[in-house]
């Protein structure tokens, strides 16, 4: 959920990817804002970047970790 919001999809594009309810993703959203003491969305991004728990590449976004292979970083 994190590095989906971090990449900017919609609470409507992150239900659809993760085959769950808005209300779901909704509740989840909140819950990220809540315990990062974000205000918004562009907070959580802006954490998980600087945390490198969702780090750019040249071709995007990847929610691997550093040294992960994809294998590793499939939950």
Known sequence: MLALVARGRTN????????????????????????????????????????????ADKCGWSSRPRGATAAESVL
């Open 12 to 55: 409507a594009e992150i239900a659809t990817e993760l085959f769950v309810g808005l209300s779901t993703v909704k509740t989840h959203v909140a819950s990220l804002m809540t315990k990062l003491g974000a205000r918004n969305r562009v907070e959580i991004a802006m954490w998980a970047y600087d945390t490198r728990r969702v780090r």
